[in-house]
């Protein structure tokens, strides 16, 4: 594990994985520990996987303001992160809610990328719908011996009025969140509570009204290649948000893969890494990033 001090004086922790190109991963929850995503179904094969801790998550300091917690405000934590990496631009991936802050570092620093990869990104922090076709998606999957319980635990979590009243009901809800729900999966969703710090969900979207044409202004705008990359049994976002939010972007790709929920890399490695591997081989060509000198 490695530290480094923010903007405010928050060590803010971040381990190291793999070999090659380094490439930083934002974690989602809101508000969980990267641990969860592993070597990214053995991505750090190919590259090295820069993976932050949110402030007040896993091995990082817990600020005294918990209004820093909010998703637009730890994008200066994101830039402290790249300065102390000494990196001129980034190839930056974000999953889930890391997605949206993503989304607003990209908006912020637009120079300071070399390629963003959005991985089953949330789209709360630029005013879109994540969820559009949910109910056909979850339908699909009636089958499932699960399907009852894990539908009506998904009830009780959208018309919960905080994280900690829909915590009670996430266990019975994450089948829904994988293309399988075998052992794997299990382990990894029973893991959550552990990694997850309640204070920093609570506060990630407390207060935050996106400044909508703003935002989509600038990542229209946007130099850098950009890779969607969706799971098609994912609620949040679905298939056809991502397709959606697409359009945001002057170069942009879609991957949907099959078969794949809200963690790509756990559903099928190989298909997770080749597509992401492929997508920053290509973008390498337009300039990868480099160590910024003195």
Known sequence: MEFLTSYDGTTLAFRTVGDGPPLLCLPGGP???????????????????????????????????????????????????RRHLALDRLDLLGHSAGGGLALLYAAAHPDRLSSLTLVTPSFAAVGLASDTG?????????????????????RRIKSARSFA?????????????????DAAARAHAAADPAQRSLPVSEHYYAGYTPAVEQL????????????LLAGELDLWPTAASAAEAASLFPHAALAVQPGAGHYPWLDDPAAFTATVETFLRGAAVTGAPARAAG
């Open 31 to 81: 508000g969980r520990a990267a641990e969860y995503l592993g070597d990214l179904g053995g991505l750090a094969a190919t590259r090295t996987l820069i993976l932050p801790d949110t402030r007040g998550t896993g091995a990082s300091a817990t600020p005294a303001d918990p209004a820093t917690f909010r998703v637009d405000r730890l994008v200066d934590d994101v830039e402290a992160l």
């Open 134 to 154: 949910a109910e056909e998606v979850i339908a699909a999957r009636a089958a499932e011996p699960w399907h009852a319980e894990a539908v009506t635990a998904y």
């Open 165 to 181: 009243e829909a915590a009670r009901h996430r266990l019975a809800f994450e089948p829904l969140m994988y293309g399988r729900w």
């Open 216 to 227: 989509r202004g600038r990542l229209g705008a946007l130099p850098c290649p950009v890779l």
